[in-house]
């Protein structure tokens, strides 16, 4: 088992940065491949990043490219998301992600996940 646990987020005005973490715990997640997600009321769970074991190939979505950045530090258990130029509309729940597999850009391609972290652009 994994538990995964946000940390982060917070309120920021468009233009402002904030760096997301997700601590894992309960056993080493260096082989899994970690997403992040964002969900807003009513809607579905939306994939924003990914990054791959052991090689850190990362995805993103086309609306976070050029501005966000995924990340891992396998020795400190923790994935991280740098978003930058952030817009009102990135404001979500931010969800981290974890599975013991390949890369995946659907929520379903996961079994891990952390309880999520608001995250509120003001403009």
């Known amino acids: 088992q994994v538990q995964l646990v946000e940390s982060g987020g917070g309120l920021v005005q468009a233009g402002g940065s904030l760096r997301l973490a997700c601590a894992a715990s309960?056993?080493?997640?260096?082989?899994?491949?970690v997403g992040w997600f964002r969900q807003v009321p009513g809607m579905e769970r939306e994939f924003v990043a990914c990054?791959?074991?052991?090689?850190?190939?990362?995805a993103y979505t086309d609306s976070v490219k050029g501005r966000f950045t995924i990340s891992r530090d396998n020795a400190k258990n923790t994935a991280y998301l740098q978003m930058n130029s952030l817009k009102p509309e990135d404001t979500a729940v931010y969800y981290c992600?974890?599975?013991?597999?390949?890369?995946?850009?659907?929520?379903?391609?996961?079994?891990?996940w952390g309880q999520g972290t608001q995250v509120t652009v003001s403009s």
């Open positions: 992600a974890a599975v013991n597999g390949p890369l995946a850009r659907v929520a379903s391609g996961y079994n891990y």
């Open positions: 309960g056993r080493s997640f260096s082989s899994f491949t």
């Open positions: 990054i791959s074991w052991p090689f850190g190939v990362t």
